[in-house]
């Protein structure tokens, strides 16, 4: 099988943000899938990058609709909807994945609709972790303060089988820290022990998408050769 051609899948609420996809047999580092998935653009170009901040921070921020009220300026309105929010304090962003753009978004995006932290700073961590050969986060001492008694947001490009995301909550509670979400551009999955996944795209928007075990993956068994390796930073095509 040869990879197909790359096509856009809109997000359904906000026509600003587009999903790049491409069909093919292709190998990640545990599984094998049928679509090519793009995020370099969503992760990497500024405005597109903004506008995903913009869809995950729905899921934090709830704002009444006062747009009916008569004789109330546009700064009033402002402060009304941000007081009438309801509002799930983050105090640190985990970024996975090269999302930390993307997580300085939200944290500010966050911010000016009146979601607090319980900082003293009064200000949000932005944390890029670091894994070890096991794939196991691993959290250095200057670290450690930024999760103990915090809530925790964890921002990431996909969530394929939850393992990896698992392995990270594992982590993020024995350091004592309070996970209070998981945002994602594509999921495959709608929720990681017992945590809703929160995704700007998911399965239904790819209604044909398949994540395979290798010894299990139909085009293998069909003899269909791999067109490529990939991971969250891109692809390597296999001749």
């Given at each position: 099988m040869s990879m197909g051609q790359e096509t856009k899948i809109r997000a359904r609420d906000?026509?600003?943000?587009?999903?790049?996809?491409?069909?093919?047999?292709?190998?990640?580092?545990?599984?094998?899938?049928?679509?090519?998935?793009?995020?370099?653009?969503?992760?990497?170009?500024?405005?597109?990058?903004?506008?995903?901040?913009?869809?995950?921070?729905k899921r934090y921020v709830n704002r009444v609709d006062l747009s009916g009220l008569i004789g109330v300026g546009a700064e009033e309105l402002k402060h009304y909807s941000k007081a009438f929010a309801s509002k799930t304090p983050i105090d640190t962003i985990i970024c996975m994945d090269g999302c930390e753009v993307i997580g300085a978004y939200v944290a500010k995006e966050l911010s000016e609709l009146g979601v607090t932290t319980t900082n003293i700073h009064?200000?949000?961590?932005?944390?890029?972790?670091?894994?070890?050969?096991?794939?196991?986060?691993?959290?250095?001492?200057?670290?450690?303060?930024?999760?103990?008694?915090?809530?925790?947001?964890?921002?990431?490009?996909?969530?394929?089988?939850?393992?990896t995301i698992l392995k990270s909550i594992r982590c993020i509670?024995?350091?004592?820290?309070?996970?209070?979400?998981?945002?994602?551009?594509?999921?495959?999955?709608?929720?990681?022990?017992?945590?809703?996944?929160?995704a700007v795209f998911d399965s239904s928007d790819l209604p044909d998408f398949r994540l395979s075990e290798p010894e299990n993956c139909p085009?293998?068994?069909?003899?269909?050769?791999?067109?490529?390796?990939?991971?969250?930073?891109?692809?390597?095509?296999?001749?």
């Open positions: 906000n026509d600003k943000l587009a999903l790049k996809v491409t069909k093919g047999h292709f190998s990640s580092d545990r599984f094998h899938i049928n679509y090519y998935i793009d995020m370099t653009t969503l992760k990497m170009r500024q405005k597109e990058a903004e506008q995903v901040a913009k869809s995950m921070v009064k200000t949000t961590y932005i944390v890029t972790p670091e894994f070890d050969s096991a794939g196991q986060m691993v959290v250095r001492d200057n670290i450690k303060h930024m999760l103990k008694d915090k809530h925790v947001l964890v921002v990431l490009a996909t969530a394929m089988s939850g393992r509670e024995s350091y004592g820290g309070i996970l209070e979400g998981i945002s994602v551009i594509f999921a495959a999955v709608n929720e990681i022990d017992g945590y809703p996944v929160n085009d293998c068994k069909n003899g269909i050769k791999l067109d490529a390796i990939v991971n969250s930073y891109g692809y390597t095509k296999l001749d």
